[in-house]
């Protein structure tokens, strides 16, 4: 079974899912979709970028078929959970596709955005919701959201989830779905927690699995470049030159990091843009439409920011810090080689970045191949401390201030603005109470004692002095 024909779905999805361009099932939707289509709970691992929207949206459109027309206020048959407003918006733009002949409502909550429209849309109930834990647990607190009529539970990225701390959210969110319910599990990977997590939730589930999990997508090439963390900027510069980098991500671990890359990029003339949690949700949405038409080369993120990038014909991901957590990789990685295409990963490691590259390494089983062919790798194999200090350098900042404790003149005294006088030949060295160096007069020199005469506090006339009661 390779055809989307061969399922058994309905005219109007097979129509919507054929002019979407999709006429054969990636391994992923071949083997999900029959499972979840008999109603069985079901647990799937995959890469990003093989297909995963489709093949839990596909299922659950056929299914809602046989009660259409059967919403409440405030409710939704059908829960998708995603981690990130962009994974979510990308899942509400694909679930449309799919079900444009169809009269279902689909409603998007997510954070970031007025929360009145998304309540104005909820008010009669919906078929379909497509949502990220944090809003939806918001409006469902204000009554404006209900779950009991929930028929399928789709939770989306869940390794991505438990990343972000949404663990509490989404058991919570759990708690107030039916306990008759069909769920569907998705990850690109799947740790020990993330299988607990599933476990907790899914009743007696099917398991598919395209490929041994924590695995990178067959079809991208990677390769690591050791450089030091003061020449990053440098040979991103040099990278870039090479005009095969049509369409480039570039992943950093820190968002005043994607920011930095970014105004980098803009001074030597490439169009990028930047796009994290700090930034607003029109701006990240802005940022990705400019990438999605071609109006920018660059995009920069951060790991959270990626996730529901899913741009065609991504040539390189470039990551310019390497990922502290290695399922970061594989996702990160994921972005280029979608739908069957091919790209490129090139990885940035300095010294202190050693370790993080060997777990990589462990989690995917495979070595990465080294690339040698770039002006700075014999300082990439130097220890840490061999390249000088450049401004590339997180502690280092543009345009510091200027130290002012320190003094032009040599001569001048730590503190004081008098110059030092030079000493004579066969002079002594004095201590500081030395009279010779002291400006107060020493009480034992007769001479300035008679010169001066003796000192005398000043009285202020004006000073009220206490005098304690005689009782």
Request: proline content about 6%; some cysteine.
């Amino acid at each position: 079974m390779t055809k989307f024909a061969d399922l058994g779905l309905r005219s109007p999805i097979l129509r919507a899912v054929e002019e979407s361009g999709y006429q054969t099932m990636t391994p992923i939707q071949s083997k999900a979709i029959p499972k979840v289509l008999q109603g069985h709970d079901l647990i799937a691992v995959a890469q990003t970028g093989t297909g995963k929207t489709a093949a839990f949206s596909l299922p659950i459109i056929q299914m809602l078929l046989q009660g259409e027309g059967k919403r409440k206020p405030k409710t939704t048959r059908a829960l998708i959970l995603a981690p990130t407003r962009e994974l979510a918006i990308q899942i509400e733009e694909n679930v449309r596709g799919y079900s444009k002949y169809l009269h279902y409502k689909i409603s998007l909550v997510y954070g970031g955005a007025s929360a009145k429209p998304q309540i104005k849309a909820m008010a009669p109930g919906v078929d379909i919701l497509i949502a990220t834990p944090g809003r939806l647990l918001d409006l469902m607190n204000q009554g404006h959201i209900k779950l009991f009529d929930v028929e399928y539970f789709v939770l989306d990225e869940a390794d991505r989830m438990l990343d972000m701390g949404f663990i509490r959210d989404i058991r919570r969110i759990v708690e107030k779905l039916p306990t008759k319910r069909q769920t569907l599990f998705f990850s690109a990977t799947m740790p020990k927690t993330v299988e607990g997590l599933a476990n907790s939730i899914l009743s007696n589930p099917d398991r598919v699995e395209v490929a041994p999990a924590a695995t990178t997508a067959e079809k991208v090439e990677q390769f690591v470049l050791y450089v030091p963390k003061t020449m990053k900027r440098k040979l991103l510069a040099h990278v870039l030159k090479d005009e095969a980098l049509k369409r480039v991500i570039i992943f950093t671990r820190t968002k005043h990091g994607a920011n930095r890359v970014a105004k980098n990029l803009e001074q030597l003339g490439i169009l990028s843009s930047a796009i994290h949690g700090n930034k607003s949700q029109s701006a990240r949405q802005r940022a990705l439409n400019e990438f999605k038409n071609g109006e920018i080369r660059v995009l920069v993120a951060t790991d959270v920011a990626a996730r529901g990038i899913d741009v065609d014909d991504i040539t390189h991901v470039i990551n310019y810090d390497l990922p502290n957590e290695p399922d970061s990789y594989v996702h990160r990685i994921g972005r280029t080689a979608r739908a069957g295409s091919t790209g490129i990963a090139l990885s940035f490691c300095d010294h202190e970045e050693r370790g993080y590259l060997r777990d990589i390494e462990k989690l995917i089983r495979h070595k990465i191949p080294l690339l040698d062919d770039h002006p700075f790798h014999l300082e990439g194999m130097q220890p840490a401390d061999y390249a000088d200090p450049d401004d590339d350098d997180d502690d280092d900042r543009q345009n510091r201030r200027p130290n002012r404790g320190r003094r032009q003149n040599k001569g001048a005294r730590k503190g004081s603005p008098h110059k030092r006088e030079p000493k004579k030949d066969g002079a002594k060295n004095k201590g500081p109470n030395s009279s010779a160096q002291s400006r107060r007069p020493n009480a034992n020199d007769g001479n300035n004692a008679e010169e001066n005469g003796p000192r005398k506090k000043k009285k202020n006339k004006n000073r009220k002095h206490y005098r304690p009661s005689k009782g």
